[in-house]
């Protein structure tokens, strides 16, 4: 949803990209945050910080949440009326978030090794 309204934004639609900063403010930011603190308090509570699997998860929701930050930046920018360039092809971006989701359920579904 984020790279779609930063792509919005960069076209000059700023209606989509309050709508989606708004989303953003109420909805995914308050979700991660729940998802890293009962993922923590899971992987402490059970030891789960030698398990191979977890460290896998991690590396990806640590890059999720890294391009969360980088285009939660790009819509205040855009919010603000800042002209911004867009870089990368916001559809590979999603492609790239809905497959790094995947994955992590397959993991902690699975847990292949």
Request: aromatic letters at 6%.
């Amino acid at each position: 949803m984020q790279a779609i309204g930063v792509a919005a934004g960069a076209r000059g639609a700023t209606g989509t990209v309050v709508l989606v900063s708004r989303w953003d403010q109420r909805v995914t930011l308050p979700a991660m945050l729940a998802a890293w603190l009962t993922g923590a308090l899971v992987a402490a509570s059970g030891a789960g910080f030698s398990n191979h699997c977890l460290w896998a998860k991690l590396v990806l929701v640590i890059a999720l949440s890294g391009l969360h930050g980088i285009q939660s930046g790009r819509l205040r920018r855009l919010r603000r009326g800042d002209r911004i360039e867009p870089s990368g092809n916001p559809f590979l971006v999603s492609i790239a978030i809905a497959s790094s989701v995947s994955v992590i359920a397959v993991l902690a579904v699975a847990k292949p090794f």
